[in-house]
Nanobody, 125 residues
Framework: QVQLVESGGGLVQAGGSLRLSCTTSGRAFSTYTMGWFRQAPGKEREFVALVDWSGASTSYANSVKGRFTISRDNAKSTVYLQMNSLQAEDTAVYYC??????????????????WGRGTQVTVSS
């Protein structure tokens, strides 16, 4: 069974940085788009960023564009989310996810069927 495990969350002051990692035990990591989503208390889960299977194409939510960078290392079956200039509004549980289909690109949560358990990011103002 494929598992995704996130790490790197924590408490940081506004303006600070964190780097999230997500490692998978599944095969064929290099054929799936990987995404990061987040969910704040009382809000719906929202798209943050995605990177295609090769790492050549990325997409970001407007709210994080220019501050967050998604990347992947297929040799390590790991996807990263570098978060800079963090703001209180970035406080949420962050989830990584894998698309349902190989070689698919999707920014909606419904396009992903494998999810990690999440890692908490708290930004103090």
């Amino acid at each position: 069974q494929v598992q995704l495990v996130e790490s790197g969350g924590g408490l940081v002051q506004a303006g600070g940085s964190l780097r999230l990692s997500c490692t998978t035990s599944g095969r064929a990591f290099s054929t799936y788009t990987m995404g990061w989503f987040r969910q704040a208390p009382g809000k719906e889960r929202e798209f943050v960023a995605l990177v295609d299977w090769s790492g050549a194409s990325t997409s970001y939510a407007n709210s994080v564009k220019g501050r967050f960078t998604i990347s992947r290392d297929n040799a390590k079956s790991t996807v990263y989310l570098q978060m800079n200039s963090l703001q209180a509004e970035d406080t949420a549980v962050y989830y990584c996810a894998r698309t349902r289909q190989r070689y698919a690109i999707d920014a909606s949560a419904s396009g992903y069927d494998i999810w990690g358990r999440g890692t908490q990011v708290t930004v103090s103002s």
